[in-house]
């Protein structure tokens, strides 16, 4: 099916690992976009990216880089985990007609 | 502080009645959004609004955006339990950036 596919859906990390979540979208959507999601605050962005090679900064970037090398993925690095990074994040694509989202990635930093 | 400002934060209601909800800053949008979303799950867009004063219909869910085109409102008639979830509404910024206010969890009992 068509659509926006994170991975992992859950991952735990110890304080000062890396990972990258991934995302990838398959309806040649320009723009996609990263997202936390924190109890009580909805949704914060992180970065985004408004077509291959081109990111920018959201609301909270810090601790978090991007890269755009294709359309299809924009993948999330964290390059020294903290416990404040333990949330619920999210991808989207698409632009200012709808986004549609990826089921999510459940990340714990102790 | 959030770009938008939902209100209210949490609406607990009975079966068959009425609500609504609002959307509001002091910022213009070229367009803005409105979800709704799951435990567990991504957000699932349920109408965009573009023009101000704009009004639109999805079944027993009514949409506005305001003349100024810094609000919004959502109003539901009839409730029924399947609407019980987190509704959020989405504003893109001047940075063709989306950001989303912290959300109205609704739950409407049988």
Redesign the interface.
């Known amino acids: 099916n068509a659509g926006?596919t994170q991975t992992p859906k859950f991952q735990v990390l110890k304080t000062g690992q890396s990972m990258t979540l991934q995302c990838a979208q398959d309806m040649n959507h320009e723009?996609m976009?990263w997202?936390r999601q924190d109890p009580?605050?909805?949704?914060?962005?992180i970065h985004?990216s408004?077509g291959a090679g081109i990111t920018?900064q959201?609301?909270v970037p810090n601790g978090y880089n991007v890269s755009r090398s294709t359309t299809e993925d924009f993948p999330l690095r964290l390059l020294s985990a903290a416990p404040s990074q333990t949330s619920v994040y999210?991808c989207?694509s698409g632009r200012?007609?709808?986004?549609?989202?990826?089921?999510?990635t459940r990340l714990t930093v102790v | 502080t959030?770009l938008l400002e939902?209100s209210p934060?949490f609406l607990s209601i009975q079966e068959g009645e009425n609500l609504t909800v609002y959307c509001n800053s002091s910022s213009v949008f070229?367009?803005l959004?409105w979800?709704r979303q799951e435990p567990?799950?991504?957000?699932?867009?349920l109408v965009?609004v573009?023009t101000g004063g704009e009004v639109k219909k999805l079944k027993r869910l009514t949409f506005q955006f305001g003349d100024a085109r810094k609000d919004s409102s959502l109003h539901i008639t009839a409730a029924q339990p399947g609407d019980t979830g987190l509704y959020?509404c989405?504003g893109?910024g001047s940075?063709?950036?989306?950001?989303?206010?912290?959300?109205t969890r609704l739950t409407v009992k049988p």
């Open positions: 926006v723009y976009s997202y009580g605050m909805g949704l914060r962005l985004y408004v920018d959201g609301e999210f989207a200012n007609y709808g986004y549609t989202f990826g089921s999510g | 959030q939902q934060q070229s367009s959004q979800y567990g799950e991504g957000p699932v867009l965009t573009v959020l989405a893109e940075n063709n950036d989306m950001r989303f206010g912290a959300g």
